[in-house]
């Protein structure tokens, strides 16, 4: 279990580094999550600014109902709440 959870995590943290999203990032973003509000922990982290900026300019599928939910979240934050 704990294996599985640090693979998970390490090709998450994979999708912090680029400056824009590939299918396969959307798809592994949206499992992500499918069980969390935001990407790291129980408040809005600089994780979720970060990737809520490079989404900024992106289109979101419908077949990516949790990353839907998760920008339309975060949209509702001021700049000052999105990072807590």
């Keep these: 279990m704990r294996k599985r959870l640090a693979k998970k995590m390490a090709d998450f943290n994979g999708l912090l580094n680029g400056a824009s999203f590939t299918e396969e990032q959307f798809k592994q973003l949206?499992?992500?999550l499918a069980t969390r509000g935001y990407l790291r922990g129980f408040?809005?982290?600089s994780d979720?600014?970060?990737v809520f900026g490079?989404?900024?300019s992106s289109t979101i599928s419908a077949q990516y109902p949790?990353?839907?939910r998760w920008f339309k979240h975060m949209q509702s934050f001021s700049d000052a709440e999105?990072?807590?």
Excluded: F, Q, R
Aim: glycine share 6%; no cysteine; aromatic share 6%.
């Design 82 to 84: 999105e990072t807590g």
């Design 66 to 68: 949790h990353v839907a």
């Design 54 to 56: 490079v989404l900024k």
């Design 48 to 50: 979720d600014s970060y």
């Design 43 to 45: 408040l809005p982290s």
């Design 30 to 32: 949206n499992e992500h």
